[in-house]
């Protein structure tokens, strides 16, 4: 049985705008993470098989790890290839832009897309959706993630069934976005697992080509931020690490090697809330979770100039390293006072 998160007019809408387009753009986010790459990958294979001529476009690259997902390097880089991509959104026909919910999150790729005439369509699961800029506006946010929306959203297409090529990017996007089915799963998320797994999706081939994909110097890295960078506040239940540039030459670190880091604090009995602060050029980047009802996407929002999911929200600092560890400290005391007095 079909989940019920469109309506038959979005649906008519959407295979209305498909069916009129020849060349599609599909873009993700900035730093891409298992469910963005999952989702631009089904995209584009399903896309193939209505007889488009879909090209991908992300920020900048993708985690090593999930290079398994485009074999042949067909994904265009903006940072790596600039011309060729603003190319790509100036003639197409249509733009699919998945899973994010603010046109800022694609970074420099905005101000072409902005430009571009060409019709625009939005599917995504983070909440407040940017909606003046998309001719069409799929959100969902109750929803494991944006893979799974997708999911449903091609199982609404009666004509075609979903082939195996098409399930194993949308079986990753859903296995990364929940942790290996940790959190943010509803009874919809295991319908799609079964389905997708009956479809002749190998989950353990899977599992271990992204969980098992990682370098050695990024599991050594995972070992020294535990025992060394790893702050643990259990009067707040919080936790927080901190990497800075300097820890990151060290262990050579990659695009995408600090993937799951944030969570480990959630591990430690009694901690609720866990950060992970990311020392960038000229910024900190910012991850936040939690495992109760408290909301970090208020948090993140208030303090950390982001935003995202109730319990999965990002964001960015823009003052010195040194300084993040009291500034987190001094944001979470003010957060867990408002929570407490019912107003997080």
Not at 189 to 197: G, N, P, V
Not at 276 to 302: I, P, Y
Request: proline share 4%.
């Amino acid at each position: 049985m079909m989940k019920d998160f469109f309506s038959k007019e979005q649906i008519d809408r959407f295979y209305e705008l498909i069916s009129a387009a020849n060349e599609v753009v599909i873009l993700s986010h900035t730093n891409p993470d298992g469910d963005a790459v999952g989702s631009v990958v089904a995209m584009k294979r399903f896309l193939v098989l209505e007889g488009k001529k879909p090209t991908v476009i992300i920020p900048n690259r993708h985690p090593d790890y999930l290079s398994f997902l485009d074999p042949e390097g067909e994904i265009i880089v903006y940072k790596e290839n600039k011309k060729m991509a603003e190319s790509y959104v100036r003639s197409c026909d249509l733009i699919l832009a998945l899973d994010f919910n603010q046109l800022s999150r694609i970074d420099d790729v905005e101000r072409v897309v902005r430009k571009s005439l060409s019709p625009k369509v939005l599917i995504d699961h983070h909440p407040s959706p940017e909606r003046e800029p998309f001719d069409l506006v799929l959100s969902e946010t109750e929803i494991s993630s944006n893979c799974e929306l997708l999911y449903w959203l091609f199982s609404s297409c009666k004509e075609r069934a979903i082939p195996v090529d098409v399930a194993e990017p949308l079986y990753v996007g859903m296995m990364t976005d929940t942790n290996n089915f940790a959190n943010s799963v509803l009874a919809s998320t295991f319908r799609m697992a079964s389905d997708l797994i009956g479809k002749g999706v190998d989950k353990e081939k899977l599992q271990h080509l992204v969980f098992g994909g990682f370098s050695e110097s990024r599991m050594r890295l995972m070992g020294y931020l535990l025992s060394e960078k790893m702050t643990v506040l259990p009067e707040m239940e919080a936790g927080f690490i901190m990497l800075s540039k300097e820890d990151q030459e060290k262990f050579s670190f990659a695009e995408g090697d600090s993937e799951g880091f944030v969570n480990i604090p959630l591990s430690i009995k009694g901690i609720n809330i866990s950060a992970l602060f990311t020392e960038s050029e000229g910024v900190v980047r910012v991850s936040l979770r939690s495992a109760n009802d408290f909301s970090v996407n208020k948090m993140a929002r208030r303090f950390f100039n982001g935003g995202g999911h109730e319990r999965a929200s990002g964001g960015k600092l823009f003052i010195p390293f040194g300084k993040v560890a009291d500034y987190f400290v001094e944001s979470l005391t003010k957060s867990i006072e408002e929570y407490r007095n019912g107003k997080n």
